[in-house]
């Protein structure tokens, strides 16, 4: 069966700091990552999406994402954390056989302080 | 452009009662999918529509069901509503044909917010 999982329910970083927000996956097949973020009674906004080529995928507000296929990860990253990246983020997996279905992680509150 | 409508944002209801939540596509969008937002179970897929053809089910009590109109808008409606239906119901759209269903990112509504008592 096809998962995600992301290990950390909270992650605090410190404005200006670097900030890594982790994801792996498990499919059978080639997978087809994505992030989002949501922010409170909102509903859910991309960030950025892998599906083949360039490991390393630039997205939405500086952030990126590293495909893995060894450690089948897909963390995100920013160099710079910003108090405006507080948010809930969302890593979620497709395959080209489930057609339209994302399968989500359970989503990680990001916390940047002052 | 106009992004995904959601329509009502908020409802309550009461436990034995249905309801019918609705969403509006971007324009040009043909594929809608939809998701149920808890706490304890997070985001899970209930299904999606491709002109007006359920395209894939999640895991859902055959309470839960949906249609697709010709000019893509998407109903769905939770019959007989138990206290554990409350939840965030978010509704999703895609670009793009039926054979790339899935490389495109989703565009999410902002949700209907369902409480049942």
């Known amino acids: 069966a096809q998962s995600v999982a992301q290990p950390e329910d909270q992650v605090n970083v410190a404005e200006g700091n670097p900030l890594t927000v982790k994801c792996t996956y498990s499919?059978?097949?080639?997978?087809?990552l994505f992030w989002y973020v949501q922010y409170p009674n909102r509903g859910l906004q991309f960030l950025l999406k892998?599906?083949?080529?360039?490991?390393l995928v630039k997205g939405s507000y500086g952030f990126e994402a590293e495909f893995n296929k060894s450690q089948t990860s897909f963390h995100l990253k920013k160099p710079s954390a910003l108090v405006s990246d507080s948010a809930l983020y969302f890593c979620?997996?497709?395959?080209?056989?489930?057609?339209?279905?994302?399968?989500f992680g359970q989503g990680t509150e990001l916390s940047v302080k002052p | 452009k106009a992004g995904v409508t959601q329509t009502p944002r908020y409802l309550i209801k009461t436990r034995g009662q249905q309801v019918t939540l609705s969403c509006s596509p971007i324009s040009g969008h043909r594929s809608v999918s939809w998701y149920q937002q808890t706490p304890g179970q997070g985001l899970q897929f209930l299904f999606e529509y491709f002109s007006e053809t359920q395209r894939n089910k999640g895991n859902f009590p055959g309470r839960f069901s949906g249609r697709q109109f010709s000019n893509s808008r998407s109903e769905m409606n939770v019959s007989t509503l138990e206290l554990g239906d409350s939840a965030l119901y978010l509704c999703?759209?895609?670009?793009?044909?039926?054979?790339?269903?899935?490389?495109?990112?989703?565009?999410f509504g902002e949700g209907s917010r369902l409480t049942v008592l």
């Open positions: 999703a759209s895609r670009s793009g044909t039926s054979g790339a269903l899935n490389t495109g990112e989703l565009f």
């Open positions: 979620a997996v497709a395959t080209y056989n489930q057609g339209g279905k994302l399968i």
């Open positions: 892998y599906i083949t080529g360039d490991n």
């Open positions: 499919v059978s097949g080639n997978p087809y």
